[in-house]
């Protein structure tokens, strides 16, 4: 079946223009979570959705990011007034259940310029 | 506060010797736990995890991990290592109180023929 995907595969913008990331998770799958990776780390959390519901936003970094997934499917997340410190991998990942495995998408490769 | 520690960058091993990719946690609570590999330009794949029930659990390509609760531990081993399990391997936590994962930095693995 069809796993995790996300678009655009690379973004490059530069300073100050916003962007947004998709995500489409694995069909019915309830919860939905974002990431961000730098090379050769772990992810660091950023957010995550059960159905349309925003459950946790700890991990975003500040007021310019921005998530949502109004139908309890797609997601989008959105960075405004981008700056170079933004440049990552973003990986989204979905499970069918709230503590269960996450699969993850092969990610948005976002470069700020 | 939670957190995942493993403590080696990189894991040598020889093809056809046994492999131990440590990882040690902290967390109040039950701990979920899973194992995730990361091939070069790849998204992360689900190994194994640990919810409850039997210490040692079985995973993908024959990989297994042993849940230690007195060490705080979840090793990841495999009897027999193939140049094809070369790669970045992650140990990640849950405490069952948000789905949010976290992260250990990672473990590269070098598979010798």
């Known amino acids: 079946g069809a796993g995790v995907s996300q678009s655009p595969r690379y973004k490059v913008t530069k300073r100050g223009q916003d962007v947004a990331l998709r995500c489409d998770p694995i069909s019915g799958h309830v919860s939905l979570y974002w990431y961000r990776q730098a090379l050769g780390q772990g992810p660091e959390f950023l957010t995550y959705?059960?159905?349309?519901?925003?459950?946790?936003k700890s991990g975003l970094p500040n007021d310019r990011f921005s998530a949502e997934r109004p139908e309890g499917s797609i997601s989008t997340l959105t960075i405004q007034r981008t700056e170079q410190r933004d440049s990552a991998m973003y990986r989204c990942?979905?499970?069918?259940?709230?503590?269960?495995?996450?699969?993850f998408g092969p990610g948005t490769r976002l470069t700020v310029t | 506060a939670q957190s995942v520690a493993q403590p080696e960058d990189q894991v040598n091993v020889a093809e056809g010797n046994p492999l131990t990719v440590k990882c040690t946690y902290s967390?109040?609570?039950?701990?979920?736990l899973f194992w995730y590999v990361q091939y070069p330009n790849r998204g992360l794949q689900f190994l194994l995890k640990?919810?409850?029930?039997?210490?040692l659990v079985k995973g993908s390509y024959g990989f297994e991990a042993e849940f230690n609760k007195s060490q705080t531990s979840f090793h990841l081993k495999k009897p027999s290592a193939l140049v094809s399990d070369s790669a970045l391997y992650f140990c990640?936590?849950?405490?069952?109180?948000?789905?949010?994962?976290?992260f250990g930095q990672g473990t590269t693995l070098q598979v010798k023929p």
């Open positions: 967390v109040s609570g039950n701990p979920y």
């Open positions: 640990y919810i409850t029930g039997d210490n």
């Open positions: 990640a936590l849950t405490s069952g109180n948000t789905g949010k994962l976290i």
């Open positions: 959705f059960n159905y349309e519901a925003q459950q946790d």
């Open positions: 990942a979905s499970s069918s259940r709230e503590f269960g495995e996450q699969y």
